[in-house]
């Protein structure tokens, strides 16, 4: 076997710290880039363009995820890191085609969603939440220091010092896949070998939603994550643009913010999460997370001051436990060899609403009349810059709109989240996979026509 050592949670861990190090070192570069670029709607066009890469990246998620339940996770590590982090070096060389391979990209850019499965793989259940919030907290340890370093390096040295460095870890994470990281998935748990059939309505996206139907904690799971995690993605996609442009956030200030918000996730995710599955079980950590992040939201909607940010920030660290807890949950409502096909089916719902949230979100601040009028001001007009971005929201109540939809979405997630059941009866829901897998012979036969009734997590077309 190919790597470094037996599979573990700490190949899995320095995956994800170097691709998202990379791209958190062009935070402040990417802003400037992406405002010379559309100095008109630059909301709206950066909504569009991760809009894009979301949908895309929906449409991907179950095909990948279900190939690597049959060809491993190593070939796909490889493909979605190289494929996500290609536009990198595009910045300089020319900003437009650098947006349209970022929305292109999006095909590949499930990385979590092998990861999750890589995961799965090597843990056992009672291991995986904390395996999970692990993962969680080095995506936001990776972006603790990049944006700061990539501002520091981009004001002494120019942004181009910054495109190159960030090149370089990028390839970096792609030589570790190479030489270090094993394979997760032993050939015993593949159903097939290089070549064999895929069937391609497991990896349509849509079927694999309307099969999400047939099963109603599954469905009750989607509709948690697609309801809380819609303004999460559109927030993500716009809110340094936000800070740094109507807040008035310097680029040092936007890196400080994000470098606090890591640290704080960091303890929620490893700690305070491992400490709440313990004490008030999955559905509870859920169900608490939800609330912080209705809070957040509601926050940064009405917020007019920049130490409304800070703390808003504060409450946001703690929403964070919301998705490893989640993907704990589902990861325990599937067999071993399906792992990656349900990681990818809630993937797909994230990606989902990273299409869809960018989108609303930058049609919600178009229609509110939040434009940004000026090129970014120079450290020493930085006054007279915040004094306008401030007389602008002056001109309306709700100074963030969009974040204030985002809570009343969260809310409905909420609310749908109560109905989920704390406990699965694993036992009956593995025997009835096993009689539906026996009555239907080889599983690579045509579907008998009932069988789309069956639940998504007792299909055996993979």
């Known amino acids: 076997p190919q790597g470094i050592g037996s599979p573990s949670v700490y190949h899995a861990v320095i995956v994800i710290f170097l691709e998202f190090f990379a791209w958190g070192l062009l935070t402040a570069p990417t802003l400037v880039v992406l405002h010379e670029t559309f100095p008109k709607h630059t909301f709206l ?3 569009l363009i991760q809009g894009v890469k979301g949908l895309l990246s929906f449409l991907s998620a179950p095909l990948i995820g279900a190939l690597s339940d049959v060809w491993g996770r190593k070939s796909f590590l490889l493909l979605t890191v190289f494929f996500t982090c290609a536009p990198i070096p595009l910045m300089k060389i ?16 499930v990385t979590f969603s092998v990861v999750f499965a890589y995961v799965a793989d090597i843990t056992q259940e009672h291991e995986r939440s904390m395996a999970y919030g692990l993962v969680s907290a080095t995506f936001a340890a990776s972006l603790v220091t990049s944006p700061a370093i990539g501002a520091y390096l981009g004001r002494a040295y120019g942004d181009s010092l910054v495109v190159v460095l960030a090149t370089a870890i990028a390839l970096l994470d792609i030589c570790f896949i190479l030489v270090a990281v094993p394979e ?15 069937s391609w309505e497991q990896a349509d996206p849509f079927a694999s939603l309307k099969k999400v139907g047939q099963d109603s904690i599954v469905l009750l799971i989607c509709i948690t994550v697609f309801l809380s995690y819609l303004p999460e993605a559109g927030q993500y996609s716009s809110f340094f643009l936000y800070l740094r442009q109507i807040m008035g956030f310097s680029s040092e200030s936007v890196a400080a913010f994000i470098a606090v918000l890591g640290i704080l996730s960091i303890i929620a995710q490893t700690i305070v999460l491992s400490l709440l599955m313990r004490s008030i079980g999955n ?34 660290a703690m929403s ?20 990656g096909v349900v990681q990818g089916m809630v993937t797909g719902i994230r990606g989902l609403c990273n299409g869809l949230g960018p989108a609303l979100y930058g049609f919600i601040f178009y229609i509110f009349h939040v434009e940004l009028n000026e090129l970014p001001m120079p450290e020493s007009a930085a006054g007279g810059s915040v004094v306008a971005q401030y007389h602008l929201q002056q001109n309306s109540i709700i100074p963030g709109p969009p974040f204030l939809f985002g809570a009343c979405s969260v809310l409905l997630a909420l609310l749908v989240a109560l109905f989920i059941p704390e406990h699965t009866n694993l036992n009956v829901r593995s025997s009835n ?23 998504l997590l007792q299909d055996t077309n993979v």
């Open 45 to 47: 066009m950066n909504g």
């Open 94 to 109: 020319s900003p437009w085609w650098y947006f349209a391979v970022i929305s292109v990209s999006g095909v590949f850019a």
């Open 184 to 198: 997760s998935l032993p050939e015993k748990m593949r159903p097939a070998s290089w070549g064999a059939p895929i």
């Open 283 to 316: 559905k509870n950590t859920i169900l608490l997370g939800l609330g912080f992040q209705i809070l957040q939201l509601a926050w940064y909607g009405f917020g007019s001051e920049p130490w409304m940010m800070w703390a808003a920030g504060a409450v946001a």
């Open 320 to 339: 964070s436990i919301t998705f490893p807890a989640v993907s704990a949950l589902v990861s325990r409502t599937a067999d071993a060899d399906q792992q």
């Open 433 to 455: 996979w096993k009689k539906h897998c026996g009555s239907h012979g080889h599983p690579h036969s045509p579907q008998a026509p009932g069988e789309a009734k069956e639940p």
